[in-house]
Each structure stands twice: as structure tokens, then as C-alpha cells.
């Protein structure tokens, strides 16, 4: 047990993480040293873990959780506390950032972070849901070509599944960096990419990217506008869309045998972030 914490903070922010730099203390945020891609809240709480005093550690996540403390006893206790606290923020693991006055960052576990080490056979029989190492529910969705085909069937390789409408704000403000997230996986094949609306009909949906230039591929949902609120599955079954999306947009990577690794409610930032956890990923899934 931890009895003197002088400090202690933990926040689950939108913003990935990532950039590195040697020293922990005296950093110059503002400049861009020591992390990018953080809003003012996430700044705000590096800076005040710096100054903290000693033993202190900060801990982070894919998807932007985060948590620090500082005045324990010894080092090893502060390391054990900051991500135990940023761990009951987030399902997706947890790793540390900074130790005192030096960076300790892990870049190549961090892009191995999304890795189950789940055999194909075992992912078979993983519970059906949509928290991570959960199996996906297998949706029932028709092409961009017009073909109906299964999610199931783009199992081999990472996923992405993306919920979106054209009628959502902060969807069509994503689109621009997802397009960019696109470009750079599919270009070697690494990940397939599944668009799928809702809450309209895939003909509007569709007209609104080609319009903008858009090339990511549309997939067909069947629903055809505000009234509809389900989505159905390879085996008929019908889910309540809010068991899939409960907000627009949300985001889901699954691995090659599709299985859940990460999932995000409502619009990402920079998504080139998580570019290097699907690539391992996808290296992993090829052998």
C-alpha cells in the first residue's frame, strides 16, 4: 500500500499519444517537446505531474488514458499505482510514459500493445461482444460492388469497422484524416476497411463522399433512414444498432481472426497514430 501520495490524477482523454523526448522535467509543452497530439486538459496534467514531487510516474493507453502519482514511497510503488489507476480507465493495456525526470517509453511495445497473442482456434471460441479480445458480431452488409457478403469474410487481416452518417457533424469532420488512415494501410494491403451508415440510405451516404472526393469503401447496412435501428447479422439475427454504435461515429479494430483490440467512441484525431499497431498486427496474423 501506497500511503503518502501527494499527487494523483487520472483522465481519459480522445487524443492518442505519442512523440518522445529525454527529460521529464522542465519540458516545454507549448513548444511540442515532449508530447503531441494532447488537448489543454492532458498538457495541463504532464505539467503539473513534472513538478511534482518525486517518487512519481505517468502511465498511458492507446485511445488517451492516462493517470499519474507522485510522492510514494519508493519508485517501483509509484510505477505499480499510475498503471493500476490508468487501467481503470480504459480496456486497452497500459504502459509507462515517464518516471520521475526520464522518459521510459516503450515505442516497440507500444505498437504491440493491440496484439491478443490469440490463436485462431481459441479466438473461435471467444464470447461474442464488442470489448476487446471479444469476437465481433459477424454483420450481415452488402459491397460497395452490390454483393452481399459477411464480415466475417475479410477475416485474414486487420479490420477496421467504421459507424458514420452523412448527417453527423463530427463524422464529416473525421473523414478527411480517416481517408488519410486509409491511403496508408490499403496501399500493401495491410487492413481492409468497412464503412458501414446509419440512420440513411447507402445511396445518400454514398453521394455525399463521392461528392467530397472520398474513396474509402461504403458498405450497405440495409437501413434506410431515422426509423431504422437495427442491424442485421451473417445468421439473420438482428442487433439493436446501439449495441454497435452507441454514439456516431464509432470505431472498432478487430485483428485477423476478429477479434475486438480497440475501440473508440466518437470522432479520433490523427489517425495515422495507430498505424504502427496495425501493422504488427497484421504481421502477426500473416504467420
Known amino acids: 500500500m501506497i ?15 505519442c512523440a518522445l523526448t529525454a527529460s521529464a522535467q522542465g519540458a516545454s509543452l507549448d513548444k511540442g517537446a515532449v508530447l503531441t497530439h494532447f488537448d489543454q486538459a492532458a498538457r495541463d496534467g504532464y505539467r503539473a505531474y513534472s513538478a511534482a514531487p518525486a517518487n512519481r510516474a505517468f502511465a498511458i493507453a492507446p485511445g488517451g488514458a492516462w493517470a499519474w502519482v507522485s510522492g510514494a514511497d519508493l519508485q517501483e510503488q509509484a510505477e505499480i499505482q499510475a498503471l493500476d489507476a490508468c487501467r481503470a480507465h480504459t480496456e486497452q493495456p497500459c504502459q509507462l510514459y515517464s518516471v520521475n525526470d526520464q522518459v521510459v517509453f516503450d515505442a516497440a511495445a507500444w505498437s504491440a500493445s493491440w496484439d491478443l497473442h490469440m490463436s485462431a482456434a481459441a479466438a473461435t471460441e ?35 469497422v467504421h459507424f458514420w452518417g452523412s448527417w453527423c457533424p463530427p463524422c464529416q469532420v473525421e473523414f478527411p484524416d480517416l481517408q488519410k488512415f486509409y491511403n496508408a494501410l490499403t496501399k500493401d494491403d495491410s487492413a481492409a476497411f468497412v464503412l458501414v451508415q446509419g440512420h440513411e440510405p447507402i445511396a445518400k451516404s454514398r453521394r455525399w463522399a463521392q461528392r467530397r472526393g472520398f474513396t474509402m469503401p461504403l458498405y450497405d447496412s440495409g437501413q434506410k433512414g431515422r426509423g431504422n435501428d437495427t442491424f442485421t447479422l451473417a445468421d439473420g439475427t438482428v442487433l439493436n444498432d446501439r449495441r454497435l454504435a452507441g454514439v456516431y461515429p464509432t470505431t472498432y479494430v478487430l485483428d485477423a481472426n476478429g477479434l475486438v483490440v480497440f475501440r473508440l467512441d466518437g470522432p479520433g484525431k490523427e489517425w495515422e497514430q495507430y498505424e504502427g499497431m496495425i501493422r504488427h498486427i497484421a504481421a502477426e496474423g500473416a504467420r
Open 3 to 17: 500511503e503518502k501520495i501527494s499527487r494523483f490524477a487520472i483522465l481519459f482523454l480522445a487524443a492518442p499519444w
Open 126 to 160: 471467444a464470447p461474442m461482444g464488442t470489448g476487446r479480445g471479444q469476437r465481433f458480431p459477424d454483420l450481415a452488409l452488402k459491397a460497395p460492388d452490390g454483393r452481399k457478403v459477411a464480415l466475417s469474410a475479410l477475416r485474414g487481416k486487420p479490420v477496421v
